[in-house]
T-cell receptor, first 113, second 115 residues
């Protein structure tokens, strides 16, 4: 069974602070995706990382895929109140399944003004 | 730009009733997925289709659950004899199958409450 451990589960910070969310697994994934979800809505895709060691930037968000493609991180610089939400990592491919995404349990981020 | 749509957005039903949800994927996507999400958790995979073929089902999908995608376009998820434990957000996603990436785009979900 593939598992993704996401940490921390909750993060409460002040506007302007930096933060990092981690996503770890003992399994190798073909790719890893990060989503952001608002209450009552579906997850929205932020980025996909495919190559081991890959780094992608999306404005103030930096995503990294581990060299062994087992872990990933999301770093937010100078957080804003609009960054508040549930952040989910999801791994694709690996083992015997080439359809589903395996999700972490999510990180609830609250950015206070 | 038409994304994934789901209907209804909310459903309240009594225990023992049957419910059916519909998902319309992004038009050029050949894969369609169903996930279930409970409060404070990440989505859990239920099943997926490539075109009209159902290729994988989770052990979470009990005999009371059935999904169809008859013409390879929209899909329905039916839950028979609903139980309180079925209360959750049911999410549909679609993708264009390709090796290594499989970027899945999600709909807004259907929130099911079983009383």
């Amino acid at each position: 069974t593939q598992l993704l451990e996401q940490s921390p589960q909750f993060l409460s910070i002040q506007e302007g602070e930096n933060l990092t969310v981690y996503c770890n697994s003992s399994s190798v994934f073909s790719s890893l995706q990060w989503y952001r979800q608002e209450p009552g809505e579906g997850p929205v895709l932020l980025v996909t990382v495919v190559t081991g060691g890959e780094v992608k930037k999306l404005k103030r968000l930096t995503f990294q895929f581990g060299d062994a493609r087992k872990d990933s991180s999301l770093h937010i610089t100078a957080a804003q109140t609009g960054d508040t939400g549930l952040y989910l990592c999801a791994g694709y491919g690996g083992g015997t399944s080439y359809g589903k995404l395996t999700f972490g349990q999510g990180t609830i981020l609250t950015v206070h003004p | 730009d038409t994304g994934v749509s789901q209907d209804p957005r909310h459903k309240i039903t009594k225990r023992g009733q049957n419910v059916t949800f519909r998902c319309d994927p992004i038009s050029e996507h050949n894969r369609l997925y169903w996930y279930r999400q409970t409060l404070g958790q990440g989505p859990e995979f239920l099943t997926y289709f490539q075109n009209e073929a159902q290729l994988e089902k989770s052990r979470l999908l009990s005999d009371r659950f059935s999904a169809e995608r008859p013409k390879g376009s929209f899909s329905t998820l039916e839950i028979q004899r609903t139980e309180q434990g079925d209360s959750a957000m049911y999410l549909c996603a679609s993708s264009l199958a390709s090796a290594g990436r499989n970027e899945q785009f999600f709909g807004p979900g259907t929130r099911l409450t079983v009383l």
